[in-house]
């Protein structure tokens, strides 16, 4: 059983920090990866690139290489900070690519 730490004003601790998923495209050094990134509730995608930890985990993942074939597909894996050339939210690209104009 999780203990759970409840400090001087009531408010409660555990170890289990909530996330919420979304799908994002990747592009490393060598490849693109798209999958699904975890944010913490209330924080930016931003938020979650600039910590200081050395990998970004990415579930539900499809890694591309640079002709666009697929070269794997895994439920999880960790890719290096430092390699990432940009992210993009998919809903981001999504909306952008549904704004241009109308014939």
């Known amino acids: 059983m999780r203990s759970i730490r409840y400090n001087e004003k009531g ?34 995608v931003k938020d979650e690139l600039n910590r200081d930890e050395t990998f970004l985990a990415v579930t539900d993942a499809v890694i591309y290489d640079q002709q666009g074939k697929i070269v794997r597909e895994c439920e999880f894996i960790s890719i290096n900070r430092s390699h990432i050339v940009w992210l993009i939210p998919d809903d981001d690209f999504l909306e952008e690519a549904g704004s241009g104009e109308s014939e």
């Open 11 to 44: 408010k409660y601790f555990t170890p289990v920090v909530t996330k919420m998923p979304i799908s994002a495209s990747i592009q490393t050094d060598n490849c693109l990866v798209r999958g699904l990134i975890h944010i913490r509730q209330g924080e930016r």
